[in-house]
């Protein structure tokens, strides 16, 4: 990697590297010849998950800078947001997390962690991450903070945080290639959940700086792909700068599917099925609204031939365990 990255602040919040283990069962369930999990859920810190190989730089260039508290916004049962509250405890940062929901939401899941984490929160009523509002929301939170004498940083994945979000991954690239050099079977394809698609953006420059690795596809869990194609690519142009990386990631550098169902932070009758399908054949723990709602994209694609039974591919888990128990009411009785 260039000197950039060496120069970037950077704090050890996970456990690393993560392993890749195989599936075998679940790769016999969906017809392939190989299967292989990244686990990312075995992070460490919170629960884990892909958020830490982003808070490791975005809340080293904050403490750097001298803050003390952090300031962030996402959904009400955001995996990030846990995983924020928690490294800022660790670290003995206040956090203030701005939520999309209702105040009347449930302490539980994901929600119930930010509280015992220690973190202050409100919600807004805006619903698009990218909504110019939350923004607004956001800055008057940090006025209020300095008001108060501390010293806050923004972290908004859609904003300024998108270069070291993106950048922790490109990292993280580098790891995935190394370690699969020692697989049996090379993996063809590496699937991953998008929300904010920080990690896929990431994942995607480092692969094309090495000029080598699987074909990612991503499926995503919370825009229409279109939209969020876009914003991989945007997002991937930041990182790079960030970097000084002569990489411009372009829009079939990847694959991009839809998995939204009911909506964003809502689980689908397939994302359900494929929380069942990963316990009972490999014991993963998966929510039924990123991780699954990924594997039930993986499993529509080898369905469709997208992606092929000779095929061997790499899933992400990217953690989110909470949002299981939050979502306890869509499994039934007979769960």
């Known amino acids: 990697m260039p000197d950039a990255i060496a120069a970037l602040p950077h704090l050890d919040l996970a456990r690393l590297p993560t392993p890749i283990e195989a599936a075998p069962r679940l790769a016999a369930s969906l017809g392939v010849a190989n299967l292989w999990v990244k686990r990312e859920d075995l992070s460490g810190t919170a629960f884990g998950g892909n958020k830490l190989r982003q808070l490791s730089l975005i809340l080293g260039a904050a403490c750097a800078d001298g803050a ?21 405890a660790s670290l003995g940062l206040g956090c203030e997390l701005l939520l999309r929901g209702s105040i009347a939401a449930k302490r ?8 015992i984490f220690g973190a202050a929160v409100s919600f807004t009523a805006a619903t698009d991450p990218w909504d110019p509002a939350i923004r607004a929301e956001l800055e008057a939170m940090a006025d209020r903070a300095r008001a108060a004498g501390k010293r806050p940083a923004i ?17 993280g690239a580098d790891e995935v290639l190394a370690q699969i050099d020692a697989l049996a079977a090379a993996p063809t394809h590496m699937v991953v959940a998008c929300g904010s698609a920080l990690t896929l953006a990431g994942l995607a420059l480092g692969f094309k700086r090495s000029g080598r690795g699987p074909r990612l596809f991503g499926v995503s869990v919370q825009q229409p792909a279109a939209r969020l194609r876009a914003w991989i690519v945007a997002a991937a142009s930041q990182g790079a700068a960030r970097l000084g990386l002569d990489v411009a990631l372009a829009e079939d550098d990847f694959d991009l599917v839809e998995a939204v169902g009911p909506g964003y932070g809502q689980p689908s009758p397939e994302a359900i099925a494929a929380v069942r399908l990963a316990g009972r054949r490999q014991g993963w723990v998966l929510d039924p609204v990123y991780t699954g709602k990924a594997l039930a994209g993986l499993i529509a694609a080898c369905e469709a031939g997208q992606i092929p039974r000779d095929a061997a591919p790499l899933f992400l888990h990217s953690g989110g365990a909470p949002g299981l128990f939050a979502n306890a009411a869509a499994f039934g009785e007979n769960a």
């Not at 300031?71 to 995996?79: D, E, K």
């Not at 539980?108 to 509280?115: A, F, M, P, V």
């Not at 972290?155 to 990292?171: I, R």
């Open 155 to 171: 972290v908004q994945l859609t904003g300024e945080s998108a270069a070291l979000g993106v950048a922790g991954w490109v990292l």
């Open 108 to 115: 539980e899941g994901n929600l119930l962690l930010d509280h």
């Open 68 to 88: 003390d508290t952090v300031i962030a916004t996402a959904g009400v049962q955001s995996n990030f947001c846990r995983a924020l509250a928690g490294s800022a």
